[in-house]
């Protein structure tokens, strides 16, 4: 079983939509939590980052992290069709000389007009 | 700044072929990580290095080897390539901030 499970999708839903994008752990050692975005033949890059449990909203975007569940989401409000990407979560449980990230599988998302 | 880059940006090669993948960075960061990207797999950690002058294994470092040159790069290896390492590979960097990795454009290798 893997350490971390995302659901790869594809999702697809129309410009507007509220998207709800989700992962689940088994390590309860994880304390950082983000989801990065990653367009078509790009690198992934940052979007947003949360330590420990509790929301986190940076403008469309908002985090949650549930780690009595080991369960976290990445909402979008009013999607757009930029937004079209894969979304990876991905998890440490600190930084011990160098942080090591596990990542979900990624999810595909696309925003259609 | 150029950030991450990484060369080449696509290689075919041959079963048993060896070659190196170079990963440079200009953000004066001291880790570096090696990652390969397959489909529904996710990215997964091949090797890292904390800082210059030590590396270590992640997830899937079979085949695999790395070299930290300097500060600025660090490259990575394979001695006999096989049609399992056909996938993308990306270098990234640690941020000062700990949490933020910064990613290469990637390397698009096939195996043969």
């Known amino acids: 079983q893997k350490e971390v499970e995302q659901d790869p999708g594809p999702l697809s839903v129309p410009e507007g939509a509220i998207v709800s994008l989700n992962c689940t752990y088994s390590?309860?050692?994880?304390?950082?939590f983000m989801w990065y975005r990653q367009y078509s033949r790009k690198g992934p890059e940052l979007l947003m980052y949360?330590?420990?449990?509790g929301n986190k909203e940076d403008g469309r975007f908002t985090a949650q992290v549930d780690k009595s569940s080991k369960y976290i989401s990445l909402f979008i409000r009013d999607s757009q069709p930029s937004d079209s990407a894969t979304y990876l979560c991905?998890?440490?449980?600190?930084?011990?000389?160098?942080?090591?990230?596990?990542f979900g599988q990624g999810t595909r998302l696309t925003i259609n007009p | 700044n150029a950030g991450v880059t990484q060369t080449p940006k696509f290689q075919v090669l041959k079963t048993g072929q060896s070659m190196t993948l170079q990963c440079a960075q200009d953000?004066?960061?001291?880790?570096m990580y090696w990652y390969r990207q397959d489909p529904g797999m996710g990215l997964r950690l091949i090797y890292y290095?904390?800082?210059?002058?030590?590396?270590d294994k992640g997830e899937v470092p079979n085949g695999y080897n790395v070299s930290r040159l300097n500060k600025r790069e660090f490259s990575l290896r394979l001695e006999s390539a096989a049609p399992s390492q056909t996938s993308v590979y990306f270098c990234?960097?640690?941020?000062?901030?700990?949490?933020?990795?910064?990613f290469g454009p990637g390397t698009r290798l096939t195996v043969t």
């Open positions: 991905a998890m440490s449980a600190g930084f011990q000389g160098a942080q090591k990230l596990v």
């Open positions: 390590n309860s050692a994880f304390q950082y």
């Open positions: 949360t330590y420990s449990s």
């Open positions: 953000m004066n960061h001291n880790s």
């Open positions: 290095s904390a800082s210059e002058g030590t590396t």
């Open positions: 990234a960097t640690l941020g000062q901030g700990i949490y933020e990795q910064y």
